[in-house]
């Protein structure tokens, strides 16, 4: 079994930054993406990462966040990006376009990201 272990979020005004880390085995051998689930809300994929590097975006997040094998990068913060953040990951190679949580095996506990107006 793989354990994801979140970190880095928080609390932070529109505007601002904040950086999520995922801290797995071997990032070499796993797609690695991010998804949120607000309140009420089904979870929903924020980004991916493949083994070579490629990355894919949900529209909502695209030139805001960025995601790299161990964090994910969010600028520019909305009120709207309020969620529990969850890190997952699957062996191999991302599928394309890679933001379906079925294909995940593997998920961290969570962490909050709270954006006030």
């Known amino acids: 079994q793989v354990q994801l272990v979140e970190s880095g979020g928080g609390s932070v005004q529109a505007g601002g930054s904040l950086r999520l880390s995922c801290k797995a085995p071997?990032?070499?051998?796993?797609?690695m993406a991010w998804f949120r689930q607000a309140p009420g809300k089904q979870r929903e994929g924020v980004a991916r990462i493949s083994i070579d590097g490629t990355t894919r975006y949900a529209d909502s997040v695209t030139g805001r966040f960025t995601i790299s094998k161990d964090n994910l990068q969010m600028n520019s913060l909305k009120p709207e990006d309020t969620a529990m953040y969850y890190c997952?990951?699957?062996?191999?190679?991302?599928?394309?376009?890679?933001?379906?949580?079925?294909?995940?095996?593997?998920w961290g506990q969570g962490t909050q990201v709270t954006v006030s107006s």
């Open positions: 997952a990951a699957h062996d191999g190679y991302c599928y394309n376009p890679g933001l379906t949580e079925y294909d995940f095996r593997y």
């Open positions: 071997k990032y070499n051998r796993y797609c």
